[in-house]
């Protein structure tokens, strides 16, 4: 199981992230979860959002340049070293994360972390075989 991310490619200016939420606000989109990563002239937002179709079309019609991929979302318990024994069964089954972000979700206790994995479907099928629980949308 899968979950869409958008990512979306900005200029490093003043004010070019509040452009991204205000077209995601307008639309009525509710951005999950959020990371960015920058350098000196752009940055890649990478979003979770809750209509990714209609996030995509709002931003492509906002000007901003955008990429879906598919990253998975698994639930952690919100303990210390609960992320650890996610990332020990990934080190020893040798699956490579590219970059994760994470999301509380406060009510449930557990945390959502998003793995983008170097071999999604591989990692996939040890997160299923280990028994972590996944979500799909959150």
Same mark, same amino acid.
């Given at each position: 199981?899968? !979950? &869409?991310? !958008?990512?979306? *490619?900005?200029? =490093?200016?003043?004010?070019?992230?509040?452009?991204?939420?205000?077209?995601?606000? &307008?639309?009525?989109? =509710?951005?999950?979860?959020?990371?960015?990563?920058?350098?000196? +002239?752009?940055? !890649?937002?990478?979003?979770?959002?809750?209509?990714?179709?209609?996030?995509?079309?709002?931003?492509?019609?906002?000007? *901003?340049?955008?990429? #879906?991929?598919?990253?998975?979302?698994?639930?952690?318990? +919100?303990?210390?070293?609960?992320?650890?024994?996610?990332?020990?069964?990934? #080190?020893?089954?040798?699956?490579?994360?590219?970059?994760?972000?994470?999301?509380?979700?406060?009510?449930?206790?557990?945390?959502?972390?998003?793995?983008?994995?170097?071999?999604?479907?591989?990692?996939?099928?040890?997160?299923?075989? =280990?028994?972590?629980?996944?979500? +799909?949308?959150?």
């Amino acid at each position: 199981m899968a !979950i &869409q991310q !958008i990512s979306v *490619f900005l200029e =490093n200016t003043t004010g070019r992230l509040g452009e991204v939420t205000r077209v995601l606000a &307008q639309a009525g989109i =509710n951005i999950r979860a959020i990371s960015i990563a920058d350098t000196a +002239d752009f940055g !890649i937002l990478r979003l979770i959002v809750d209509k990714c179709a209609e996030a995509v079309k709002a931003l492509g019609d906002g000007g *901003f340049t955008t990429r #879906q991929s598919d990253v998975a979302a698994v639930e952690v318990d +919100d303990t210390p070293g609960g992320l650890a024994g996610v990332m020990e069964l990934f #080190q020893k089954s040798q699956v490579n994360i590219e970059y994760l972000y994470a999301s509380l979700e406060g009510q449930t206790g557990k945390a959502v972390v998003i793995f983008k994995l170097e071999d999604h479907d591989r990692g996939l099928k040890i997160i299923r075989e =280990n028994g972590l629980a996944m979500v +799909d949308r959150f």
